[in-house]
């Protein structure tokens, strides 16, 4: 399977925990996002990479929310300390190089649940 | 006033109808336009994708994009009960750094019933 994986897909956490998700882009594809989707909503922008560098971050992303993108490979998201409302489906997309499409392709996503 | 206006349904519709789905957006920036399928707990996954305005025909589904009228438009013909999701529209601008962040609708939920 060549598509966007994420991991975990669940994950249910107590309230004050910390958690870390990971995102493995499609091989080739420089650019990652990260969305959060709350239910008959549609996803909210967190993050974006270009490689390894974060080029931009939504001002909803409060400072307990930290990404990385190591090597320009995969991704980790880290939300610190977690408040109940956190839970949201977490999903990861990438895209190709600027000039090969600018589709984005999503991932299955991680659900947070914290109690 | 959101940037991009999507009714969220429900539609219900029989099978074999002719599916309409549209959103209506006010950033005369966007230029990339995208409808998304996405199932129940299931990541989004990308039907259809246009640059500018046009159509674009693909199997069932046809995409247009009016850019005076800042409306876009997915057309499902022939559909299936393996249509009932939730159909998203997503645009996007050119920004700094060739990001694409995606600004999106509520989500149309669709039912096809057999």
């Known amino acids: 399977d060549t598509g966007v994986s994420q991991d975990p897909r669940h994950k249910i956490t107590k309230r004050g925990q910390n958690v870390t998700f990971r995102c493995d882009p499609i091989s080739e594809h420089n650019r990652l996002y990260w969305y959060r989707q709350t239910l008959g909503q549609g996803p909210e922008f967190l993050t974006y990479f270009q490689n390894e560098a974060q080029l931009e971050k939504s001002r909803l992303l409060s400072d307990r929310f930290s990404a990385e993108r190591p090597k320009g490979s995969f991704s980790t998201l880290e939300i610190q300390r977690t408040e109940q409302g956190d839970s949201a489906m977490y999903l990861c997309?990438?895209?190709?190089?600027?000039?090969?499409?600018?589709?984005?392709?999503f991932g299955p996503g991680t659900r947070l649940t914290v109690t | 006033q959101k940037e991009v206006e999507q009714d969220p349904g429900p539609l219900s519709v029989p099978e074999g109808a002719i599916v309409s789905l549209n959103c209506t957006y006010s950033?005369?920036?966007?230029?990339?336009f995208m409808w998304y399928r996405q199932y129940s707990r299931k990541g989004p996954e990308l039907l259809m994708y246009?640059?500018s305005s046009g159509n674009k025909e693909d199997g069932r589904f046809t995409a247009q994009v009016d850019k005076s009228s800042k409306y876009i438009s997915l057309f499902i013909r022939d559909s299936q009960p393996s249509d009932s999701a939730t159909y998203l529209c997503a645009m996007s601008a050119e920004n700094a750094g060739n990001n694409r962040k995606l600004i999106w609708g509520l989500g149309t939920s669709l039912a096809v019933n057999p």
């Open positions: 997309a990438s895209s190709p190089p600027s000039g090969w499409g600018d589709e984005q392709y």
């Open positions: 246009t640059y």
């Open positions: 950033n005369s920036a966007f230029q990339y």
